[in-house]
């Protein structure tokens, strides 16, 4: 496991762009972002392979394809990923939380694969 720390985040009017940033505290072969919609099933937002600086494959949700990018720091030995969210709409609001594993394997985009978890911080999205 790795400790995340996590900023960026908070409110916006719809079509508008937000950040948020995941530092993990050792290596992670994987980071990225799941959300908690009230009253909907947790759902993984974007994934990337982070072992390497450059590079490396990347899992998006449909419902943000095209809207959302995930990067990570090109500086090797700093393991932290960023998320631009771009064209913001109110059904992206909730609870975005930093995910990291230091495992290989497993489906991308599910939650149970992942063994490192951050606070979670809250986007929410006016219409």
């Known amino acids: 496991q790795v400790h995340l720390v996590e900023s960026g985040g908070g409110s916006v009017e719809a079509g508008g762009s937000l950040r948020l940033t995941c530092s993990a505290s050792?290596?992670?072969?994987?980071m990225g972002w799941f959300r908690q919609i009230p009253n909907k099933k947790r759902e993984g937002v974007a994934i990337k392979w982070t072992l390497r600086a450059t590079g490396g494959a990347i899992a998006y949700a449909d419902s943000v394809k095209g809207r959302f990018d995930i990067y990570r720091d090109r500086d090797p030995d700093n393991y932290t990923v960023y998320l631009e969210m771009k064209n913001l709409k109110p059904e992206d609001t909730g609870m975005y939380v930093c995910?990291?594993?230091?495992?290989?394997?497993?489906?991308?985009?599910?939650?149970?694969?992942?063994?490192?978890w951050g606070r979670g911080t809250q986007i929410t999205v006016s219409s």
């Open positions: 050792g290596v992670a072969v994987r």
């Open positions: 995910a990291a594993t230091t495992d290989h394997g497993g489906v991308w985009l599910d939650s149970s694969n992942y063994n490192s």
